[in-house]
C-alpha cells in the first residue's frame, strides 16, 4: 500500500503535536498511535512516519520519505544536502550562547578587543553550527558534544559556555544561567529528497501548495 503513498517524515514530541494541529486545519489527518511508528491518511494519500527529531534528515537522505518537516538547525546539522521546500509558521526559537553572568562583561570584553588568551570551551549538540560561527568571528573554541541537559556543563565546569535553544529562558535562570548573546534563529523547515522529488513533484509541490496557503 505504501508505494501509492507519498511518505512524510515527522519528528516525534512537542513539534509533532504543533505539525498535526496545523494540519488538521486543512482536514489532513495525522494520529500518532502508542505503539506504531507510522500512520497512513488514507484520503489523501499520505503516510506519516514518527522518528526522533535529528533522524528526520536522515529518513529523507536515504530516500525512505520524500518529505520531511524538521527544524533548521536538526536540518544543518546532518550535513546533507536538501530541497528547502518552505518554511512552516510556528516552531521558530533562539539559538543562543549561554553562560553564567558574571563571565558575560569577559566574553564581550575580549571579544571586542580580540583578546582571547585561550580557546573557549562551548557544551552543545550544535557543533557544526557553533564551530561555524565562532570561527567566521576568528574566536577559537573547543566544542563538547553533549545531547543532553547541556546546562551542566558550566555548572560542573566542563565548559566556559553552551550554545542551546531558548525559548522561555527557564530552564537557564533555574540553573543560574543566563543568554550571554542571541546567535540565531531556528525554523521548521519542509525539506525533500531531490532524486524522489524529480520522480513525484507533482504530488509533492500539492502538499507544499496546501501548507504555503494554510499560512
Same mark, same amino acid.
Given at each position: &500500500?505504501?508505494?501509492?503513498? !507519498? ?7 512537542? $513539534? ?13 489527518? %495525522?494520529? @500518532? @498511535? ?11 494519500? $499520505? ?6 527529531? *535529528?533522524?528526520?534528515?536522515? /529518513? ?9 518537516? *524538521? ?12 530541497? +528547502? $521546500? ?10 543562543? $550562547?549561554?553562560?553564567? #553572568? +558574571?563571565?558575560?562583561? !569577559? /566574553? ?6 580580540? *583578546? ?16 561555524? /560561527?565562532?570561527? #567566521? ?5 573547543? %566544542? %563538547? ?5 547541556? @546546562?551542566?556543563?558550566?555548572? !560542573? ?17 533555574e540553573n543560574n544561567l543566563s543568554v550571554i548573546e542571541e546567535l540565531g534563529k531556528t525554523q521548521v523547515e519542509i525539506i ?19 501548507? #504555503?496557503? &494554510?499560512?
Open positions: &500500500m505504501s508505494n501509492d503513498y !507519498l511518505t512524510i517524515a515527522l519528528p516525534k514530541g512537542r $513539534l509533532l503535536e504543533q505539525v498535526t494541529a496545523f494540519f488538521a486545519k486543512y482536514d489532513i489527518t %495525522i494520529k @500518532e @498511535e502508542s505503539r506504531k511508528l507510522d500512520y497512513y491518511d488514507e484520503k489523501n494519500k $499520505l503516510r506519516f512516519l514518527f522518528v526522533k527529531n *535529528s533522524d528526520v534528515p536522515v /529518513y529523507v537522505n536515504y530516500g525512505v520519505a520524500a518529505l520531511g518537516i *524538521s527544524g533548521s538547525d536538526v536540518v544543518y546539522e546532518s550535513g546533507f544536502e536538501f530541497l +528547502k $521546500l518552505g518554511i512552516l509558521p510556528f516552531g521558530t526559537t533562539r539559538i543562543c $550562547l549561554a553562560g553564567f #553572568e +558574571k563571565d558575560k562583561d !569577559l /566574553y564581550f570584553k575580549a571579544y571586542s578587543t580580540g *583578546s582571547f588568551v585561550k580557546e573557549i570551551k562551548i557544551a552543545t549538540k550544535f557543533g557544526k553550527f557553533t564551530t561555524t /560561527y565562532f570561527n #567566521e568571528k576568528d574566536i577559537p573554541v573547543q %566544542i %563538547i558534544k553533549l545531547t543532553g541537559s547541556i @546546562e551542566l556543563a558550566p555548572i !560542573l565546569g566542563l565548559s566556559d559556555f553552551i550554545v542551546d535553544l531558548v525559548e522561555t529562558g527557564t530552564t537557564l535562570k525533500a529528497n531531490p532524486s524522489l522529488y524529480k520522480l513525484d513533484y507533482k504530488k509533492i509541490d500539492n502538499i507544499v501548495t496546501i501548507i #504555503e496557503n &494554510m499560512k
